[in-house]
């Protein structure tokens, strides 16, 4: 992540849901700022340092262009979470990326070369084939805009520079970075998809050289270049170079689409076909394959893949899969094996398919994403998190054969959770997820791997056992919580006592100010078993039962009955009771260790 600085006099304390908690940068386009919501989920805040204008036309024109950005595919994209442009601040919220940028890469290591330059190609052109197909165009793509992240590279800012561009308040100056814009961009000339192409090839070219195709020593300059001189692509492979030439034609009608250049690049027949979303996850997958592959050219063994059909491994449509092109999560270079042995190693067998789409994932990537609930005590806590769901879900992966260190939590926010596996952000959701409150149509679901209860913690000796036994009492309330509004609506009247968080609330409950705290057991033990000394338990008053169950993407049976198998094994061995104890056994809580029955998959 880049480094975060303090808020400046002036800055706005928040921006909608989001507190603001320091700079991340400045640009053309306005200031960049971390923000965090209320459930904990951070995001890069662009404050644009534009002012709309208030016909009711041009702003159904942004709210459609902002909608469209919100379509894209999750394929090497930063989504966008939220904006709003009809306040003093206008602003738009996308997905945290943490890594640097393409530019920085390269000037602090160099250009890239082979493989690596190779697989930046191939993801880059993935993204933009997914941006161009949800019916925008970045208009400023460039080696700023691209994020080399843990999980892969991301494209940031699409549609952004086309809601300041048709604004009609920046008249000073072209959107665009002129190093990387179009001639058609300059000349004032219809701009749209091709200028993206034009704008790839550029990036390519800084890639592998160090330089943009067109600077020049002032702008006036490097516009006359992108207008009037031809690129020199010496310093690229002959079968990038021949792809790069034809996305700078000067004629934008002559260059490749987005399309074109990603199946030209997997090697596939060139026609007038979409992409499909198969090709789309081929693109991200060919660019994740084994570094110690690089003596085999990468483009022979994507074609031997759609020869192989089915004998190939090919990722899941909406998953995004490691970028592993010789960069640490950091951003350091890397040797490859390539780089440090003259004896080339050979290509493996292609294996036969799993029937399923996460675990073939899985066996070509090493790696699981799961998606978790941060700031649950004994539950999900931490960085690196611990808990009795990150344990559940460790296992989980061991026997799916994730190795060791293969496994990356991502926070998902409680309301994000189905969007999380929908736009294959993540793999999996475990996060006190009830398998009855999601939407049927969204995601599916193995286990449940616990059935939780809505209950209330109280101190070990408060004789609170039964429903009734609560009227009249002290229940804390905390923010978000729904339980105590249960007790109510069942004819229990008590005291309300508001806190702003469940913490402060337990702590009520132990220091006597409360009786009560009201939530699902699991969460709410979790909360009391971090205060040590306290006597707590929970009171087994089970308004509900919440059946906790592994989120995962629809259509994937295979892989719904080997979770399955695990959680019944996990029960059989005594594995979730030793959990359970470990993680919540400070607090009195009679858990549920008999196996729950299985969602069917």
Not at 185 to 196: L, M, N, S, T, Y
């Amino acid at each position: 992540m880049p480094e975060i600085k303090p808020l400046r006099p002036g800055d706005p304390p928040r921006l909608g849901d989001y507190s603001l908690m320091g700079r991340l940068g400045q640009g053309g386009q306005g200031v960049v700022y971390l923000g965090e919501s209320a459930t904990g989920e951070r995001a890069a805040i662009k404050l644009l340092h534009v002012r709309f204008t208030g016909e009711a036309q041009a702003r159904s024109r942004f709210a459609r262009e902002l909608a469209a950005a919100r379509r894209v595919a999750a394929f090497c994209t930063a989504r966008v979470l939220s904006a709003d442009l009809d306040g003093e601040t206008p602003y738009i919220a996308s997905e945290l990326i943490e890594g640097p940028s393409l530019r920085q890469v390269v000037e602090r290591d160099g250009p890239l070369t082979g493989e690596a330059l190779e697989r930046l190609a191939i993801g880059t052109a993935t993204a933009l084939t997914a941006i161009h197909q949800a019916g925008i165009a970045h208009r400023d793509f460039k080696p700023d805009n691209v994020l080399l992240a843990a999980d892969g590279p991301r494209v940031v800012d699409f549609g952004i520079a086309k809601i300041i561009d048709e604004s009609g308040t920046i008249t000073t100056r072209a959107v665009g970075t002129p190093a990387y814009m179009a001639p058609e961009q300059i000349a004032g000339e219809r701009v749209g998809f091709p200028a993206d192409v034009f704008a790839w090839g550029s990036t390519m070219v800084f890639t592998a050289t160090g330089k943009a195709p067109f600077g020049g020593d002032t702008i006036v300059a490097t516009l006359n270049r992108v207008i009037n001189h031809e690129a020199d692509l010496s310093g690229l492979p002959d079968d990038l170079r021949e792809i790069v030439a034809g996305c700078l034609s000067k004629d934008q009608t002559l260059r490749p689409t987005a399309d074109g250049l990603l199946k030209r690049l997997l090697g596939h027949p060139v026609d007038e076909v979409e992409a499909s979303e198969e090709v789309l996850a081929e693109g991200a997958q060919a660019a994740t394959m084994d570094l110690t592959q690089a003596e085999e050219p990468v483009r022979t063994t994507r074609r031997r893949s759609v020869v192989a059909g089915g004998l190939a491994v090919l990722g899941a449509a909406a998953a995004f899969l490691i970028f592993q092109f010789g960069f640490t999560p950091d951003g350091d270079i890397t040797p490859t094996a390539a780089a440090t042995s003259p004896t080339p190693t050979p290509t493996p067998t292609p294996t036969l398919s799993t029937g399923s789409a996460l675990l073939d994932r899985i066996r070509a990537t090493s790696r699981l994403r799961v998606g978790y609930r941060d700031g649950l005590p004994g539950v999900s806590l931490g960085h690196p998190p611990r808990g009795f769901e990150i344990e559940v879900a460790e296992h989980i992966a061991k026997a799916l054969k994730v190795p060791e260190g293969g496994v990356r939590f991502v926070p998902v926010g409680y309301a994000a959770r189905e969007a999380a596996i929908e736009e294959g952000k993540v793999d999996l959701v475990i996060a006190n997820f009830s398998i009855d409150a999601a939407d049927p149509g969204r995601v599916a679901f193995a286990g449940p791997y616990y059935v939780a209860h809505r209950d209330v913690l109280v101190r070990a000796g408060a004789k609170i056992s039964k429903l009734r036994d609560l009227r009249g009492k002290k229940i804390c309330v905390a923010s978000g919580l729904t339980t105590a509004a249960m007790i109510r609506d069942r004819g229990v009247d008590f005291v309300t006592v508001r806190d702003d968080d469940i913490s402060k609330c337990a702590s009520q409950v132990a220091d006597g100010r409360s009786d009560a705290l009201a939530g699902d057991d699991v969460v709410i033990a979790g909360f009391g078993a971090r205060l040590r000394a306290a006597q707590l338990r929970i009171a087994g008053i089970q308004l509900t039962s919440e059946r906790y169950g592994v989120a995962l993407r629809r259509g994937d049976p295979v892989a719904c009955r080997a979770i399955n198998d695990v959680i019944e094994s996990m029960y059989a061995d005594g594995t979730m009771k030793e959990l359970l104890q470990r993680h919540l056994g400070r607090v009195d809580f009679r858990f549920e260790t008999k196996l729950p029955r299985p969602e069917g998959c």
